[in-house]
């Protein structure tokens, strides 16, 4: 089975890829790089002595999308590419609604010319927006705070759409909690440009002395420590879960939206913690107000992925912050030469 990754150089897409490669999958990855580097499948190719060739094209593009098509027989699309800062997206809305829906829509248009049915879609966590009941199911009222949550929330509606009215697709619409960690090779890893905004790439930079400090964003929310609570998920079981995604949609019609976390909340200092000890380092810290935007606690029931897709997160803290630092010790500047 041959499966197009739509945004597999990035992070999540290239630890999917080494996985579907290891699985005995054939893998076809097509990137703008406009938030990647080439060297993540080089390296991928490295590791499993397998190829994964490169389209280095727009996604959104119906005519790079079609040549893809008919280069290679494509089996079932990943679609990972996407814009997903969420600060950029307030600035600049219409750059991530034009980018993350019309890649969603060009693919709903191109796969039926190819009698390609099968399309597992990165969602996000963010589209239960403020919903304060915990844990969150898939059941659970959704709308979002911001123009990249908006672009998740409506890529859902469109395939949800189109799945209801051809009976042929299977979309699996997968809403990821907070990914985190690397390969445990520490030869692929999450690489951002500039100064990271997420916690665990923040973290790593500290500790490489690249940062001197964190901010914790806020010691006044009603939780635990007073810090901000997140379900914190191994890249790697994040990426296996995609496989098990593509497995459940080769024997279901229609569109099926599931959670990927761990059903675990951990706080900021928890994770700050849990870096120290894994790692042996001491990681400087003050708390800072609050980011706007941020919410108390957020976290999964992962039961219906249990149930229906067979799969589970295996990976513990621990070792998500020891693969993190592995891979931030090993490449000081991410994949640059
Ligand atoms: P990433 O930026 O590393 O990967 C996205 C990839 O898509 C990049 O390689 C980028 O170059 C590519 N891309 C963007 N627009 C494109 C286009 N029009 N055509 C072709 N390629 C394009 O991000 P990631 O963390 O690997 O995330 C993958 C997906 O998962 C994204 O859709 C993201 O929104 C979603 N997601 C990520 C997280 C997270 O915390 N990392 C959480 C929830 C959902
Ligand atoms: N945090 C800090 N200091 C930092 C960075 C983060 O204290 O420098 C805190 C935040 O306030 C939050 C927690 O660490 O409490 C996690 O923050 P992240 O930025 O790592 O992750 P978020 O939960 O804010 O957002 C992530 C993705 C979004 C996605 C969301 C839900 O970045 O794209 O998970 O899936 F929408």
């Not at 709308?143 to 009976?167: F, H, M, Q």
């Not at 420590?225 to 459940?248: C, F, N, P, Q, S």
């Not at 024997?251 to 849990?274: P, W």
């Not at 400087?284 to 249990?306: N, S």
Request: glycine residues 8%.
């Amino acid at each position: 089975m041959r499966v197009l990754l739509t945004g597999g150089a990035g992070y999540i897409g290239s630890h999917t890829a080494l996985c579907l490669l290891n699985a005995g999958y054939e893998v076809v990855a097509l990137d703008n790089l406009s938030n990647a580097s080439p060297e993540a499948l080089r390296r991928v190719e490295e590791l499993t002595g397998k190829k994964a060739p490169l389209i280095v094209g727009d996604c959104a593009d119906e005519k790079t999308l079609t040549a893809v098509f008919e280069e290679y027989k494509i089996d079932a699309v990943i679609h990972f590419a996407g814009l997903k800062a969420v600060g950029e997206s307030v600035r600049k809305p219409l750059d991530y609604y034009q980018n993350n829906l019309d890649a969603t829509m060009a693919l709903c248009r191109v796969m039926p010319k190819f009698n390609c049915s099968i399309l597992v879609f990165s969602s996000s966590a963010t589209v239960y927006g403020t919903y304060p009941e915990m844990p969150l199911r898939e059941d659970c009222p959704t709308g979002c705070t911001n123009p990249y949550g908006w672009t998740k929330w409506i890529s859902e509606r469109i395939l949800t759409d189109v799945a209801a009215a051809d009976e042929t697709r299977s979309f699996v619409l997968l809403r990821y909690f907070n990914p985190i960690g690397a390969h445990e090779s520490g030869r692929i890893g999450e690489d951002p440009t500039g100064i990271p905004n997420n916690l665990m790439p923040y973290i790593c930079q500290v500790a490489s002395g690249k940062l001197d400090h964190l901010n914790v964003f806020g010691d006044d929310y009603p939780t635990r420590d007073g810090t901000g609570e997140r379900d914190y998920i191994h890249v790697m079981d994040l990426a296996e879960g995609h496989l098990a995604a593509l497995k459940y949609a080769e024997s279901h019609h229609g569109a099926e939206v599931f959670n990927l976390g761990t059903g675990e909340a951990y706080s900021v200092l928890d994770i700050v913690h849990a870096f120290e000890k894994a790692n042996d380092l001491t990681i400087p810290y003050q708390v800072t107000p609050r980011r706007p935007g941020d919410i108390a606690v957020c976290y999964a029931d992962p039961e219906k992925a249990a149930n229906g897709l067979k799969w589970r997160a295996k990976r513990d803290l621990t070792t998500m912050c020891r693969d993190a630092w592995n891979w931030q010790k090993n490449n000081p500047k991410g994949y640059e030469k």
